[in-house]
């Protein structure tokens, strides 16, 4: 599965596929036609061995990157929740805080056009460019800060400084879930927002952003409830990407 993957995500080949389809079509095209080859893709990672749901995913959001590095394009999305984003204390940021899965950082794109502070993204270095973080689709660029040992002292002062941050629970697809992010949240007192997307068969995107079960993760009890519905989500994704189950801890 991993060598038609790495094969059809090979940077220069998909650089040069967005470019091509950046010059033939009119960018309100774009996302359609990245979907239908990302479709094909899926196909043929599909008939080489490999994982064709996994691909087509993945594939998309690597898509998504590249043409939005060449210009802004339209992207079907329904707003499903909105009502967490409205603003708690003022004077404290929100933690926005989910996994690693498809299409999770398109969640920047609504949470930035319906208006509201710019949040600051914590991100792996590779998906950073200069400072900036890139919001799917458009020409906004978000703060960020490296995913290393000194990002959670970052993010505590943002926090304390009524900044938004936007995190992710786990390492990668997959991976353990950390407990750190929700305990620093509880800890300057901030609220907890759980964002997800997930693309529909059209091909438009559905997107609910949603309070945790536990906003402000007052005990370790409810520490450990959020994590629980952070790892059935993330198992459901597991389990509908076709990849094996695992228990994170």
Same mark, same amino acid.
């Given at each position: 599965?991993?060598?038609?993957?790495?094969?059809?995500?090979?940077?220069?080949?998909?650089?040069?596929?967005?470019?091509?389809?950046?010059?033939?079509?009119?960018?309100?095209?774009?996302?359609?036609?990245?979907?239908?080859?990302?479709?094909?893709?899926?196909?043929?990672?599909?008939?080489?061995?490999?994982?064709?749901?996994?691909?087509?995913?993945?594939?998309?959001?690597?898509?998504?990157?590249? /043409?939005? !590095? #060449?210009?802004?394009?339209?992207?079907?999305? @329904?707003?499903? +929740?909105?009502?967490? &984003?409205?603003?708690?204390?003022?004077?404290?940021?929100?933690?926005?805080?989910?996994?690693?899965?498809?299409?999770?950082?398109?969640?920047?794109?609504?949470?930035?056009?319906?208006?509201?502070?710019?949040?600051?993204?914590?991100?792996?270095?590779?998906?950073?460019?200069?400072?900036?973080?890139?919001?799917?689709?458009?020409?906004?660029? /978000?703060? !960020? #800060?490296?995913?290393?040992?000194?990002?959670? @002292?970052?993010? +505590?002062?943002?926090? &304390?400084?009524?900044?938004?941050?936007?995190?992710?629970?786990?390492?990668?697809?997959?991976?353990?879930?950390?407990?750190?992010?929700?305990?620093?949240?509880?800890?300057?007192?901030?609220?907890?927002?759980?964002?997800?997307?997930?693309?529909?068969?059209?091909?438009?995107?559905?997107?609910?952003?949603?309070?945790?079960?536990?906003?402000?993760?007052?005990?370790?009890?409810?520490?450990?409830?959020?994590?629980?519905?952070? +790892?059935?989500?993330?198992?459901?994704?597991?389990?509908?990407?076709?990849?094996?189950?695992?228990?994170?801890?």
């Amino acid at each position: 599965m991993k060598r038609p993957l790495r094969w059809l995500a090979s940077p220069f080949r998909l650089r040069r596929q967005a470019r091509f389809i950046a010059w033939v079509l009119p960018n309100r095209y774009w996302y359609r036609a990245a979907l239908a080859i990302c479709r094909l893709q899926g196909w043929l990672s599909g008939a080489l061995g490999g994982n064709r749901i996994l691909t087509e995913a993945m594939m998309l959001d690597h898509w998504l990157w590249e /043409l939005t !590095a #060449i210009g802004t394009f339209p992207v079907p999305y @329904r707003l499903n +929740r909105v009502d967490a &984003l409205e603003a708690a204390d003022p004077r404290i940021g929100t933690l926005h805080c989910w996994i690693h899965e498809p299409l999770v950082e398109f969640l920047l794109r609504p949470l930035v056009e319906q208006g509201y502070p710019e949040p600051t993204v914590i991100a792996d270095p590779g998906r950073i460019v200069g400072d900036k973080f890139i919001v799917p689709g458009t020409s906004k660029r /978000l703060m !960020a #800060i490296q995913a290393e040992k000194y990002a959670l @002292r970052q993010a +505590r002062r943002l926090l &304390l400084n009524g900044i938004s941050v936007v995190c992710l629970a786990d390492a990668r697809l997959g991976a353990p879930l950390q407990p750190v992010v929700l305990r620093l949240a509880r800890s300057v007192g901030a609220r907890i927002v759980f964002q997800w997307a997930v693309r529909r068969p059209d091909g438009v995107i559905e997107v609910t952003f949603r309070n945790a079960p536990h906003p402000y993760c007052e005990t370790e009890e409810a520490v450990s409830e959020n994590l629980a519905f952070l +790892r059935a989500a993330q198992q459901r994704t597991l389990a509908a990407l076709g990849l094996p189950n695992q228990e994170a801890t």
